[in-house]
């Protein structure tokens, strides 16, 4: 997820490989794979997964949505890490915040094939998903160094990021993660609307879903226009002579 500091690239998260297409036309710049009937993380099997891999055919990275974190989480996803993605990810629902919580998502960091990184992700209503808050997810990930943190929502009903953090508190979450040279990508059910209000923020990724589907829907298709406003919205906002 690497990226100069420059408008902030966009993250598309797509359902099959029939989406990849529309995906790239709009201008998405990193393809992630989900199923979105299946949570905020949800994950698409690994054979729809290797199915956008192969259609992305190496012109922007490809990562993928594993679930929510469980005992068994590399088990499962045993056959998704024996592709060539670029990142995994894993959600905290009904995580247990004990004393020396983590110790079990470094471990598996360390069993992760060299050319795959783990992104760290913490949900903004942690409350709702039983999760690590997200400040101390963040100072996790600072302290050991993640590749890449994604600040998201877990239960997706509407609400967006916005409806749980204010711009002063993600800034106040992101800005010492990418002092640190990690990486920073803001899903929760973001708008084009609402990239005015994160202006200041300059994150490295937004990371979409429903925003790019027809009729703003999860589960419908990828709409390259959509996309491509999207993409219109971040160049505006963020070119340098509005910085």
Not at 46 to 67: C, E, F, I, M, T
Not at 152 to 170: H, N, Q, R
Request: proline share 7%.
């Amino acid at each position: 997820m690497s990226n100069p500091k420059n408008t902030p690239q966009l993250l598309v998260s797509v359902r099959h490989a029939s989406e990849v297409a529309a995906a790239l036309e709009g201008g998405a710049d990193l393809i992630d794979v989900k199923e979105p009937s299946r949570g905020a993380l949800g994950a698409a099997e690994a054979d729809v997964v290797a199915a956008v891999v192969d259609a992305v055919a190496g012109r922007v990275p490809v990562s993928a949505a594993l679930g929510e974190w469980s005992e068994h989480a590399l088990v499962h996803a045993h056959w998704h890490l024996e592709l060539p993605l670029r990142y995994v990810k894993w959600g905290l629902s009904g995580y247990p915040h004990t004393p020396g919580w983590g110790e079990d998502l470094l471990e598996a960091r360390r069993q992760l094939p060299a050319h795959i990184d783990m992104v760290l992700v913490a949900y903004a209503d942690w409350g709702r998903a039983k999760a690590i808050p997200p400040l101390e997810v963040a100072r996790f990930a600072r302290r050991y160094r993640f590749a890449a943190f994604l600040l998201d929502t877990c239960v997706k009903d509407g609400k967006c990021l916005l409806d749980f953090l204010k711009p002063e508190a993600i800034a106040g979450l992101i800005e010492p993660l990418q002092n640190a040279g990690i990486t920073v990508a803001l899903g929760g059910g973001l708008r084009p609307e609402h990239v005015k209000a994160l202006r200041g923020l300059r994150p490295d990724y937004f990371a979409v879903r429903a925003s790019a589907c027809a009729g703003s829907k999860r589960t419908a298709l990828i709409d390259p226009h959509r996309v491509r406003k999207w993409k219109e919205t971040l160049a505006a906002a963020f070119s340098p002579a509005r910085s």
